[in-house]
Protein backbone atom coordinates (compact mmCIF):
# COMPACT_ATOMS: atom_id res chain seq x y z
CA UNK A 1 0.00 0.00 0.00
CA UNK A 2 2.82 2.36 0.76
CA UNK A 3 4.63 3.94 -1.97
CA UNK A 4 8.38 4.44 -2.34
CA UNK A 5 8.37 7.75 -0.79
CA UNK A 6 5.67 7.21 1.69
CA UNK A 7 6.45 6.07 4.76
CA UNK A 8 4.63 3.28 7.08
CA UNK A 9 3.99 3.98 10.16
CA UNK A 10 5.23 0.81 11.32
CA UNK A 11 8.76 1.66 9.53
CA UNK A 12 8.47 5.49 11.45
CA UNK A 13 8.01 3.80 14.72
CA UNK A 14 11.58 2.15 14.28
CA UNK A 15 13.16 5.37 14.13
CA UNK A 16 14.58 7.33 16.96
CA UNK A 17 13.53 10.86 18.00
CA UNK A 18 16.08 12.69 16.08
CA UNK A 19 15.37 10.71 13.25
CA UNK A 20 11.80 11.82 13.08
CA UNK A 21 12.47 15.16 13.63
CA UNK A 22 14.60 14.88 10.46
CA UNK A 23 12.14 12.84 8.75
CA UNK A 24 9.73 16.08 9.45
CA UNK A 25 11.93 18.68 8.61
CA UNK A 26 12.56 17.21 5.32
CA UNK A 27 8.91 16.36 4.67
CA UNK A 28 7.86 19.90 5.03
CA UNK A 29 10.65 21.31 3.04
CA UNK A 30 9.10 18.70 0.15
CA UNK A 31 5.90 20.79 0.87
CA UNK A 32 7.16 23.94 0.60
CA UNK A 33 8.56 22.90 -2.54
CA UNK A 34 5.76 21.25 -3.96
CA UNK A 35 3.93 24.20 -3.26
CA UNK A 36 5.84 26.87 -5.01
CA UNK A 37 5.65 24.71 -7.77
CA UNK A 38 2.20 24.32 -7.89
CA UNK A 39 1.87 28.10 -7.64
CA UNK A 40 4.40 28.80 -10.79
CA UNK A 41 2.94 26.08 -12.82
CA UNK A 42 5.64 24.16 -12.60
CA UNK A 43 4.12 20.70 -10.33
CA UNK A 44 3.70 17.73 -12.68
CA UNK A 45 2.34 15.50 -9.71
CA UNK A 46 -0.38 16.88 -8.26
CA UNK A 47 -0.89 13.28 -5.90
CA UNK A 48 2.92 14.10 -4.65
CA UNK A 49 1.65 16.64 -2.19
CA UNK A 50 -1.29 14.87 -1.11
CA UNK A 51 1.52 12.07 -0.12
CA UNK A 52 3.97 14.08 1.55
CA UNK A 53 0.82 15.74 3.73
CA UNK A 54 -0.06 12.58 4.76
CA UNK A 55 3.81 11.39 5.69
CA UNK A 56 3.42 14.62 7.92
CA UNK A 57 0.75 13.53 9.96
CA UNK A 58 1.98 10.00 10.02
CA UNK A 59 5.19 11.50 11.94
CA UNK A 60 3.36 13.69 13.78
CA UNK A 61 0.87 10.66 15.09
CA UNK A 62 4.06 8.75 15.93
CA UNK A 63 5.34 11.41 17.59
CA UNK A 64 1.84 11.79 19.38
CA UNK A 65 2.06 8.30 20.47
CA UNK A 66 5.21 8.24 22.04
CA UNK A 67 3.94 11.60 23.87
CA UNK A 68 1.61 10.06 25.18
CA UNK A 69 3.48 6.11 26.02
CA UNK A 70 0.99 4.94 23.82
CA UNK A 71 4.28 3.05 21.72
CA UNK A 72 7.86 3.18 23.01
CA UNK A 73 10.80 4.53 20.92
CA UNK A 74 13.72 2.50 20.17
CA UNK A 75 15.84 4.37 22.43
CA UNK A 76 13.37 3.52 25.21
CA UNK A 77 13.26 0.11 24.49
CA UNK A 78 17.20 -0.29 24.60
CA UNK A 79 17.16 1.73 27.87
CA UNK A 80 14.77 -0.34 29.47
CA UNK A 81 16.86 -3.97 27.99
CA UNK A 82 19.96 -3.10 29.77
CA UNK A 83 18.12 -2.29 33.00
CA UNK A 84 16.19 -5.58 33.16
Do not use: C, H, W
Not at 49 to 75: F, K, N, W
Request: no cysteine; glycine share 4%.
Amino acid sequence: MAKAGAAAASELRELTAEELVLRLKEAKEELFNLRFQMATGQLDNNRRLRAVRSDIARIYTVMRERELGLSVSPDDAENEEGAA
